[in-house]
């Protein structure tokens, strides 16, 4: 199993769909401006990794769930984003077509 975090590869991905640059996501999430870009460069490179709170906060300025940065498979990440991007009544309406169709399995 792969041990290392998918969290740089995610912040970057995000980070470059936003077209922000390093900097201006650090200062965004609240890092000091004269350590954003190298603080976000080390998270994208995995040198050091952020809290949750300050992930938290990255994902929301990105625009993505928190969730995201942290899957491992790409295609749960692409579900956890179009998930994020639907109405809440879209989002009840799902669970319970799946639901209902779990029921009726055979076992």
């Known amino acids: ?7 740089p590869k ?6 470059l769909r936003a077209k922000l640059s390093q900097r201006q996501l650090g200062i965004a ?3 000091d401006e004269f350590s954003a870009s190298p603080r976000v460069n080390q998270y994208e490179r995995g040198k050091h990794t952020p ?10 300025i990105l625009g993505c769930p928190t969730a995201y940065l942290y ?3 790409d295609d749960l990440a692409k579900l956890i984003q179009l998930w994020a991007g639907l109405p809440e009544r ?6 319970s077509q799946r639901r209902h169709q779990k029921g009726r399995r055979p076992r």
């Not at 199993?1 to 969290?7: C, E, I």
């Open 71 to 73: 899957t491992r498979e």
């Open 51 to 60: 809290d949750f709170h300050t992930a938290e906060r990255l994902a929301k």
């Open 1 to 7: 199993m792969d041990r290392t975090s998918p969290l």
């Open 29 to 31: 999430a609240g890092i």
């Open 10 to 15: 995610r912040l970057k991905a995000a980070r």
């Open 90 to 95: 879209e989002r009840r309406q799902l669970l």
